[in-house]
């Protein structure tokens, strides 16, 4: 049945491989390839799934790739697949293409295929899959479905996996319906006694029990963000459906109903408004905060748009509002399920007039935890909008990351709120008054004192008191103070990471969120080529001092994003006031994940043409 | 600089209410629209309401969109805490406010500019959503700030100022929040404050998502002839179907009257509508045949005015959100933070 097996000698890989599979979207393909991919962690080898979904629900093309690595690399590979499992017949020629040679095809080979749309170097594996589910059982839906079962079940085979364990697996998916279980065991069986009858198993790629998991935990950024609002204390989410933000906010949704509900009165501790656009979405956020309730929305690049007069309210309203955008390809509609950093400008400068805005760049579904926590504190510190700026490659795909921690002594910040006591005492209320120098001034809930405290917020200019006022001083003063409370909030937002080289280098590299991974395996492979960079992973805006030191201290930097106008670099530029010429751009924008291979060759071309004399070389 | 302050000077003798407030606890800062503007009747009786109600003034948030009507929050209710927010938006940042706190009561001021058009999307799905709050659209059928352009409410053949015709068709937001779902519905109309005052004060005692919609003449771009929204068009044209007064629970009630001309509703805080009937066919507690009503009357070219509809027993959004009765922002960290234990047990599943 290996068709060319005499012909082609196939990969030989242990622990180290893509597999992709190719399947129709609606076919209940999903759930048999997270139990793929999930049954290799528990063997304890790292791998990174991805989904990747064109914009329909049904019957469309759709992806799931997963990459295999004891090394532990999570960014995507890139370069190929090394073996296909082929369930669409509409992507056929474009998923054989796509692999490497020697690599593999599995597929399903009960209607015979002529051999033309097949390749002479690589390895061909066909198991009969519909032959075998149209025997087992009658219905139709259960022939499809089990179908997903029984080809994981020859994988199980051919890869030589840990069957236990995606027995196991199988139960705690499962658990208390005993029937589906067995069922669900008995199709795995019945791929993988078919492969290992009929097929030479294992094939060259193999997968071997490890240990370089560890205690990691699996899960996707938008839930480990909803887990952050949840643990941040936001009560209200106000949202409007947008791919790929949408299953935050369902997973906040999901995190409220086991956390949040009173167990004496059965009472939600939320509310989650599903809105009638992006507009209204972030008007309850800003109405909530106002009155001192945590509040969120989750959006992407599109909603970003919608938002823009709100979101210049609440900067010169200075109302707290935290805005979840995780990217896609834009402009416009633009690729609406594929993964870009791209909105970087438009929230950092959002709406008309002289803005500027907090953002916070986490990398991983840990970072989305910990700074979606620390968002609330944040906006209310500040008294202002905060971008969290995830993206789909962060928010739509399971992830390994370190276990989420919660220091049970932390406490909300809830910023300067100035409380009836203290208002009762005399104390001196001025909604805009800078009383302590740090350009952040007091407010007060409203209905807090019966006589002192109310004042009037507006999105007009005022004076100090919150009083209507267009007399240029109070309005310069007011603009300036806002500028100083956001140089204040760099000392607040998470500092930047900065790691040297293994040898001196004259050269650094800037990057920042979901690059992280690919930029870590690039690391290594430029030093190989004997390229070696100072890496500094930027955390959030306003840049911390440190960035303009890292970029000081080097004699040429690349600035590494997924866009294509280089907007992080557009942003050291222009708010640190750098020598363009020192940035070099390192650009991938073509919707999929950017790949160590990408940057390593993009920055090994680029130090080419730099000549940049190697450190090590100018040091006698 | 616009902000003018009232001079504090009191009359020693003005009358106080239960809370020892006068009528001046309840005024704002002096109003800088035109001499004669409706919306200045209309904060009046805002203020009057609020007096008669015995309301603290700090218990009451009011918020407001982008307009002449958006400016008047500024000159009522000095000791509440005020939002101007942005054009056409004022209920989605109700809406939140609402959520945030369910103690408070939500008094929202538009235009006819701000609801009807820019805003009509988020008119529309706040009476949807049950908000608890008062909604007064101010409506003069003109744009005043930006000096004399039809709005949205403006009647198909009603002349501007300069005697240009209106083409289109006119939004009537009271058809609206009746068709959707609005729990107390009135008209009324800047010029007669014995309806309007009552109104009012029914209004913010409803527990529920209370819309008034009050016709209140432009003085400068639309009360000339041939303007559907002048004093004396509207005064031509006003058909009230009642009068009402709002009692108390204290107060006992001693006067009596002919049968079919007062309808007592008892609503759920206790308090009475005492509803004086104009037109005896007209029954306050049915949505569908005041829509119709109102599309028959209008077709006869008349302004319906009072209470069109009311549910004394109306459900509002937190009980539809099923949440807790301490209000969001009082929640500490006991209340909301699951703790580590949950997060480790947490990560254990995701292995």
Redo the contacts between chains.
């Keep these: 049945m290996l068709q060319s097996a005499e012909r082609v000698k196939g990969l030989q890989r242990v622990n180290d491989f893509v597999v992709k599979f190719a399947n129709v979207n609606g076919s209940g393909s999903a759930s048999a390839n997270t139990l793929f991919a999930k049954s290799i962690?528990r063997m304890g080898v790292p791998i990174t799934p991805r989904n990747i979904f064109p914009s329909n629900i049904q019957g469309l093309p759709t992806w799931y790739e997963v990459r295999v690595s004891e090394a532990g690399h999570l960014g995507a590979r890139g370069g190929g697949v090394d073996l296909m499992v082929a369930m669409n017949p509409q992507t056929w020629t474009q998923d054989v293409a796509s692999i490497v040679p020697g690599g593999y095809l599995f597929y399903d080979n009960t209607k015979p295929m002529p051999p033309s749309r097949f390749r002479e170097d690589i390895v061909v594996i066909g198991v009969p899959l519909t032959e075998i589910t149209n025997k087992a059982y009658t219905e139709s839906r259960q022939r499809q479905l089990f179908k997903n079962i029984v080809y994981l079940g020859a994988l199980s085979a051919l890869l030589e996996m840990d069957v236990p364990e995606i027995e196991k697996l199988l139960a705690e998916q499962f658990r208390g319906r005993d029937k589906l279980v067995a069922a669900n065991v008995q199709a795995l069986h019945m791929g993988r006694d078919w492969a290992l009858a009929n097929l030479e198993c294992p094939i060259g790629l193999t997968l071997r029990r490890a240990n370089t998991v560890g205690?990691?935990?699996?899960?996707e950024g938008n839930a480990a963000a909803a887990?952050g609002a949840?643990?941040g204390?936001a009560?209200?989410c106000?949202w409007y459906p947008i791919t790929p933000s949408s299953s935050l906010a369902e997973a906040f949704t999901r995190y409220c109903g086991r956390?949040?509900v009173?167990p004496e009165?059965?009472?939600?501790?939320?509310?989650?408004?599903q809105?009638?656009?992006e507009?209204?979405?972030?008007?309850?956020?800003?109405?909530?905060?106002?009155?001192?309730?945590r509040?969120f929305t989750a959006t992407s690049g599109p909603g970003i748009s919608l938002m823009q007069?709100?979101v210049g309210?609440a900067y010169f309203a200075e109302i707290p509002a935290v805005i979840f955008d995780v990217q896609r390809a834009g402009p416009s509609t633009g690729m609406p399920t594929r993964t870009q950093q791209t909105d970087i400008l438009s929230c950092a400068y959002a709406s008309h007039g002289d803005t500027k805005h907090v953002l916070l760049f986490p990398e991983d579904p840990y970072e989305c935890f910990e700074f979606a926590a620390l968002s609330f504190d944040l906006a209310d510190r500040l008294q202002t909008p905060i971008f969290m700026l995830l993206d789909l490659e962060i928010g739509m795909n399971d992830r390994l990351c370190k276990?989420?921690?919660?220091?049970?002594s932390?406490?909300?910040d809830r910023g300067k709120v100035m409380t009836e006591e203290e208002l009762q005492a005399g104390k001196d209320f001025g909604r805009y008054l800078d009383v302590d120098g740090d350009g952040i001034p007091y407010r007060?809930?409203?209905?807090?004192?019966?006589?002192r405290g109310?004042?009037?917020?507006?999105?007009?200019s005022k004076d100090r008191r919150a009083?209507?006022?267009?007399?240029g001083p109070d309005y310069e003063e007011n603009m300036l103070r806002l500028l100083k409370k956001f140089d204040t909030a760099k000392q607040l937002v998470p500092r930047p990471i900065a790691r040297s080289a293994k040898e001196p280098t004259r050269l650094g590299a800037i990057y920042f969120g979901s690059t992280s991974p690919a930029m870590d395996e690039a690391e290594d492979i430029l030093a190989e080529r004997g390229i070696h960079l100072d890496l500094m992973r930027v955390r959030g805006f306003p840049f911390h001092q440190d960035v303009k030191s890292f970029i000081g201290e080097h004699d040429q930097v690349f600035v590494v994003e997924q866009n294509r106008d280089g907007q992080l670099r557009t942003l050291l530029v222009n708010e640190l006031e750098i020598d363009p010429a020192k940035l070099t751009r390192v650009l991938h924008f073509d919707g999929t994940p950017i790949t160590a291979r990408f940057i390593s060759d993009a920055i090994a071309d680029k130090v080419g043409e730099l000549k940049v004399v190697p450190f090590r070389k100018a040091v006698p | 600089m616009t902000f003018i302050p009232k001079p504090k000077l009191h009359h020693p003798e003005l009358p106080k209410n239960a809370l020892g407030y006068t009528r001046r606890d309840y005024e704002g800062a002096v109003s800088t629209l035109c001499a004669g503007c409706g919306h200045d009747s209309i904060s009046a009786a805002i203020v009057r309401a609020c007096f008669n109600l015995e309301l603290p003034p700090h218990r009451i948030a009011k918020l407001s969109g982008i307009g002449c009507s958006s400016k008047t929050p500024t000159y009522f209710l000095g000791a509440s805490h005020g939002f101007n927010s942005v054009h056409g938006r004022m209920p989605s940042v109700l809406t939140g406010a609402n959520l945030a706190n369910r103690d408070l009561i939500y008094l929202g001021v538009s235009g006819d500019g701000d609801s009807a058009s820019i805003g009509i999307g988020q008119f529309a799905h706040i009476m949807r959503r049950g908000v608890n709050m008062t909604y007064i659209v101010e409506n003069n059928g003109v744009y005043g700030l930006t000096k004399g352009q039809f709005s949205a409410t403006s009647d198909r053949g009603a002349k501007s100022r300069r005697g240009v015709e209106n083409k289109d068709e006119a939004i009537d937001l009271v058809g609206m929040a009746l068709q959707l779902g609005a729990t107390f519905v009135a008209r009324s109309f800047s010029g007669d404050k014995d309806q309007l005052i009552p109104l009012i004060e029914a209004a913010l005692k409803h527990q529920g998502a209370a819309f008034i919609d009050c016709i209140s003449p432009c003085v400068a771009f639309n009360n000339h002839e041939g303007s559907h929204t002048s004093f004396d068009y509207v005064r031509e044209h006003n058909l009230a179907v009642n009068y009402l007064d709002v009692i108390s629970g204290r107060e006992e009630i001693t006067v009596e009257y002919a049968a079919g001309t007062v309808e007592m509703v008892k609503q759920h805080d206790g308090s009475i509508l005492r509803l004086r009937k104009l037109a005896n066919d007209y029954d306050v507690h049915d949505r569908i045949a005041a829509m119709t009503y109102l599309q028959e009357r209008g077709a006869a070219g008349e302004i319906v005015t009072g209470l069109l509809y009311v549910d004394p027993e109306p459900m509002d959004l937190h009980h539809h959100m099923n949440t807790v009765s301490t209000p969001f922002n009082e929640l500490d960290e006991a209340a909301l933070c699951p703790g580590p234990a949950a997060l480790d047990k947490l990560n254990a599943s995701l292995r």
Aim: aromatic content about 14%; charged content about 20%; hydrophobic content about 45%.
């Design positions: 962690l205690d990691r935990i699996f899960i887990l949840v643990y204390g009560t209200v106000a956390y949040r009173d009165t059965k009472k939600n501790k939320f509310a989650i408004v809105a009638e656009d507009l209204a979405s972030i008007g309850m956020v800003i109405g909530a905060a106002w009155n001192g309730a509040a007069e709100f309210l276990p989420l921690t919660w220091d049970d932390r406490m909300m007060t809930y409203p209905g807090t004192h019966p006589t109310a004042f009037f917020t507006r999105g007009t009083r209507y006022s267009e007399e």
